[in-house]
């Protein structure tokens, strides 16, 4: 059974609009996640977490909200770039301290120049 | 500044055959962890090490092998490798052994089984 849940394969947006992708999780121990972004052959690389303490945290164009009654994390991008075309996968922790990291599977992301 | 360093970049083999893939990272964490991307399957756990002598399953682990000998070094064995085991695999490490921070990731090693 998915624990971490990305239901939209991909998404295109406009150079200069706002991407927003989402992420749902099931497991109400998960109090960690994060957003990884990574480029054809590749590996994946951090882009930004927050804590189940927190509903949102900002990093530059990025920021994560976080609705813990509702198991629902999302990442917006703004203003979304061309070098933001990657595929982003959601990722979550925090199972009674458990060291295990997963991950959904992954939305594709196209920005449009 | 190496980071996490995953060799070899690619390898075919045939069913049956055996092989390491080989994972070292130059950041002294204590964290080394394998993964597998596999199309629409996301990423998912193989084996994953919190110290040099210790390592536990994931959530895929079944025709893998994993030893950690040193705090460097994580190497992933196959055993007797199966079609099903063609997937790119990535290395991943972090320091600590309390989750707290993002996974540093290797280029990965993408593998075919004929």
């Known amino acids: 059974d998915q624990q971490v849940k990305q239901n939209s394969p991909s998404l295109s947006v406009q150079e200069g609009r706002i991407s927003i992708l989402n992420c749902d999780y099931t497991n109400s121990m998960f109090d960690y996640f994060l957003w990884y972004k990574k480029y054809p052959a590749e590996g994946p690389t951090f882009l930004i977490s927050?804590?189940?303490?927190?509903d949102k945290n900002e990093d530059g164009r990025f920021t994560v909200f976080l609705n813990k009654s509702a198991k629902h994390l999302s990442l917006h991008i703004v203003p979304s770039q061309p070098g933001d075309s990657a595929v982003y996968f959601c990722?979550?922790?925090?199972?009674?301290?458990?060291?295990?990291?997963?991950f959904g599977k992954g939305t594709k992301l196209t920005v449009n120049p | 500044n190496a980071g996490v360093t995953q060799t070899p970049k690619f390898q075919v083999l045939k069913t049956g055959q055996s092989m390491t893939l080989q994972c070292a990272q130059d950041m002294n964490h204590e964290y080394m962890s394998w993964y597998r991307q596999d199309p629409g399957m996301g990423l998912r756990l193989i084996h994953y090490s919190v110290g040099a002598g210790i390592t536990d399953q994931g959530e895929v682990p079944n025709g893998y092998n994993v030893s950690r000998s040193t705090t460097e070094d994580f190497p992933l064995r196959l055993l007797s490798a199966a079609p099903s085991q063609t997937s790119v695999y990535f290395c991943?490490?972090?320091?600590?052994?309390?989750?707290?921070?993002?996974?540093?990731f290797g280029e990965g090693s993408r593998l075919t089984v004929l």
């Open positions: 991943a490490s972090r320091p600590g052994t309390r989750y707290s921070g993002e996974l540093f």
């Open positions: 927050i804590s189940s303490i927190k």
């Open positions: 990722a979550a922790s925090g199972m009674g301290g458990s060291e295990k990291l997963v």
